[in-house]
């Protein structure tokens, strides 16, 4: 069989769980199954090119793989946020739902082919809801929101905006300083398991919950689409097994890992875990309602994905609310 | 030395390149000024004001990538990039005329047409794309800040051609002169 | 070895000779990397390697050169240049300096010791090598020189000064480090605190131990005075403006207020104000001072596009395989590989600048490092000592790599702004002291790991 190696640069360091350490197992499953016909080199963040160039080098042939996120590439492709994580949106097996047994995988395709990228992506990990913020203070109206200077990313930025947050959106190494600095007064990172990591819990000490802005994130795998096309189907067929089964690996490794971190938090770390009032998580979605009227009025490609969740999420709500048990929020 | 002092006369076209190219960096110095003035800006408006707009701190980028960019002909031009002068001192000036034209033709130029050739594509695709920045309330038309390096790397690509030109008037004029000296002698 | 390893010796050696004709530096990075992509795309037609070099891959080169361009750390670079040559050209600094003389120029090597203060300080508020060594140079050099100082003392001094910046938080390096290790920023700060303020008082030592058996090499001020009050009075109301534009510049960052871009946006509209309170800004000045600036962003700039492009080609031929390569098979004893993790990244100091070797040693060691099982008594509360401490070492043996030539970024720095006088040559032998230092303090923090560890562990409490 043909031998090919990708040489794919990556988006998170290995080092990080989930996001990172899944890549080397991923990559010798590969390897493994494909009885070493395809190799994955991969080169950790900023050693060939910084994330945010992946897409770019990878549609180009400069390199035939790579690993990223859509919301990295917002600012060429704006709807690539959908595939990413979408506020108030849906949990992961919804997602999942969507992605592979509705019109998800083939509206995510077609994204990049419209938009002119010669890439093949395949989703290979999901990841567990993350948390809404690091807050000096407890934030218990919209006025405490007001003038508050706080990183954010992806399309929660937006709504954050909106309320009146002066948001930036540092890189995952400025967070802490700027932080410490004063700076910033506050900040949404990752899921708690990174969040602990980074140790935001150093110097503020409200850690609020839900992560309206990120129930679940998709990550993917992009193969140049001239390479995709020169693999047999065999090995098509291995990386798209090995990618699924990644799927797995990244959220039952992100459901796991979450409980102990927020429980040290609060009992070694003397973090108070907070949960957003009715009335505040009301404003959020309320205000993100418009974010995504205002994004679906400008672009027909972002209202055409968004039509077809939308249409999807209706169906799946009836269904959400009969078939399980009802939540309680332990604060 | 800066070849801009060079006692050596010079051709009408490399005096005519190297203003130019000193005219544009004049101009992109003046850029330092402005970006002073975006940040005295930007800090007025969020310590006073609590104001803060993502693309004011964009512009400031911006306004740096520029000045670096444009920066590097300029100093090409001035003569001013760091060299290992430990032998380079104490070569002849024709060596050193020599050397300045290898390393434009065997270094120089390979690594200017490569990136140059690549960032014509690099804008191209940012233009087809229509990019913007990737925060939500950045600028727009990435393509037209990509698109100083192409133009950086060309005003050094035109700096090189004269100072090759100079080099090799140089060398020719020594040889001439060189020459009649030995005619004379004869 | 294999042809891979060949092809990585040769491309360095290729390098190191190529410096001798003197071309400049930034080119000749540039243009070893492209002959290397054409060597590289030879040799796997040619003899079966798989570099993959090629057209298309070289094209990396320009998101890599884009990334330079999209960098909000490097917005302060140019304006703290400004703001050094501001207060030179305005005759602020000379003012300042001949008051620092008439309070320093009594002890032998007291100017010099100034100078490493106020590095400690630019340090503290920054992270920006170029931008510290400039500003230092500009500052003090001219001073130095002209009490008499010998030149390699005095460029020394600056270089080994400017440098301090990447060590003592705030810290781009360390931010990275932390990114590719995911440990906390907070740690790593505080970890190099200690380490950072030790070099620096080890400096201060040797230049004042140096002036005492050499005093020609640090000779006092020629017209010396007593020190009587209104002396005291008159230096300290020359210095003050500045001392206070200074130091509101570099508190303003330590406290908070302001972030490092806007501090050195301040610092620079700061200067021109005392510039015009001194009487000497003209618009000839004003933009004698652009132009200035201009162009030493622009020699700088040139070495960092140049060197993004030789780490490229550098790492396709094989690098990262051929260094990790000399790791396997070790068996030293965790303190042996320790040793030896350290010499290698010290070694490639000579090459390399820290982001590309920060790149290469710290994933593949980390886990190995991990792997050995140290335990240390201090450092509870902080997550993974170990590799805190680790980390740390890396950093300092890393700082080395600002310094050691040929690929010594404070080095080309100084060059840009110090007087024709003064040869790289010079600023070579200048640094060889500092770096011997720089190596004390790094076996003092391995041998006593509760210098990195014990501010981390109480820092948060
Ligand atoms: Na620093
Ligand atoms: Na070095």
Redesign the pocket.
Known sequence: EKKLLLKTPLCFATSMPVLGDSIPALAADIEAASNGSIQIKYYEPGKLIPPFEILEAVSMGKVNAGFGSGAYWQGKIPEAALFSSIPFGPEADEYLAWLFKGNGMALYQEMYDKAGYNVKVLPYAIISPETSGWFSKPINSPEDLKGLKMRFFGLGGNVMQKLGVAVSLLPAGEIFQALEKGVIDATEFSFPAIDQKLGFYKIVKYNYYPGWHQQATILEMLINKDTWNSMTPGQKAMVEMATKATIINTISHSEAIQGKAIRENVETHGVNNMYWSDDMLALFERTWKEVAQEQAAQSPAFKKIWDDLTAFRADYAYWKSLGFLPRKTKI | MSITEDTDKKTGISNLTDRVILSVGHAAAWLIAVLIVTILVQVVLRYIFHLSFTALEEIQWHLYAVIIMIGLSYSYVKDSHIRLDILHSRFSRPVREKIEIMGIILLLWPMLFIIFMHSLSFVEESFRVGERSDAPMGLGYRWAIKSIIPIAFFLLFIGSVSRLKQAFEYLKNKEYLKKRKASHGS | MDHSGILVISMMVTFISLLFTGYPIAFILGGVAMLFTLIGYGSDLLFGTITGLDYMTIGLLINRLYSVLNNWVLIALPLFIFMGLMLDRSGIAEKMMIAMQDLFGKARGGLAVSVTLIGILL??S??IVGASVVLLGLLSLPAMLNQGYSKTLAVGTVCASGTL?IL????IMLVMMADQLSLSVGDLFMGALLPGILLGILYMAYILIFAFIFPHAAPLAKNRQKLEFIMVWRVMKTIFPTAVLILSVLGSIFAGLATPTEASGIGAMGATILAVVNKRLSLKVFREVLYNTFNTTGYIVGILVGATCFALVLRELGGDEFIAGVFTGLDFGPYGLITTILAMVFFLGFFLDWIEITLIILPIMSPVVSALGLHFDMGAGVDRPELVWFAILVAVSLQTSFLTPPVGFAIFYLKGVSPPEISLADICKGVVPFIILQLIGLIICMLWPGLVLWLPSIAYG
Do not use: K, L, N, Y
Request: no cysteine; hydrophobic share 35%.
């Open positions: 340090a503290a920054t992270g910046g003592i938080p705030p810290s």
